[in-house]
């Protein structure tokens, strides 16, 4: 079946925006006045509230979601899914739980026969955190991780038999967060090594 990639609108966009502002602004206060307070905007990404005047004000926001994709195979790409690991392990310990988190994963790096820390995967040089861990909820592997089964995800396009715990099942009030990584260039991101995400399929 071929599907049609455009038109999925500028959400997909804000959201990559939104976590790269995130991320740089992530632990720094912001000024108010003379009045310095904390809350940055990743604080605010994981409460149910604005702040507004100072204080948390209840908002229509629901709940959050993230949506985390390695996009590269192979044991030289070993980086993207420790790096995809590392925001799995941070988003669930901000509040996310699994049945509202989709992780994509390319390869399995923690069973790969190169592997000397067999049944683990490593993100730093001193080896002190395996983000691997012992309750990893993939959702796609290997390769039903495409550019097709994104989008998919992204606009709810599923094939009728997708289970739940494969489809992102968000309201008009949820946030979303989108990770992604793995090789590309200017407007583009591959998938698998033989496929493309473009700023246009976007």
């Not at 948390?56 to 985390?68: D, F, G, M, P, Q």
């Not at 195979?73 to 590392?86: D, E, G, K, M, P």
């Amino acid at each position: 079946e071929e599907m049609e990639l455009r038109g999925c609108g500028w959400g997909v966009v804000v959201f990559v925006v939104c976590l790269v502002v995130a991320l740089v602004e992530y632990g720094q206060g912001q000024a108010l006045g003379d009045v310095r307070y904390n809350v940055s905007q990743v604080d605010q990404f994981f409460q149910k509230g604005v702040l507004k005047n100072q204080t948390i004000t209840k908002s229509i926001h629901t709940n959050n979601w993230a949506v985390l994709v390695d996009t590269s195979s192979f044991w030289y790409n070993y980086r993207h899914i420790a790096n995809t690991l590392a925001m799995y392990r941070t988003v669930k310990r901000l509040g996310i739980p699994d049945n509202q988190i989709i992780l994509m994963i390319a390869d399995d790096m923690a069973c790969n026969p190169r592997n000397v820390l067999s049944g683990t995967v490593i993100n730093n040089r001193f080896q002190k955190l395996n983000v691997y861990g012992t309750s990893l909820e993939v959702d796609y592997r290997g390769y039903d991780v495409t550019v097709e089964s994104f989008i998919r995800v992204l606009t709810a396009r599923h094939h009728p038999s997708t289970p739940s715990s494969k489809r992102l099942l968000t309201n008009a009030h949820s946030n979303i967060l989108i990770y992604m990584t793995g090789h590309g260039g200017e407007q583009f991101l591959k998938f698998q090594d033989y496929q493309e995400l473009s700023a246009k399929d976007l």
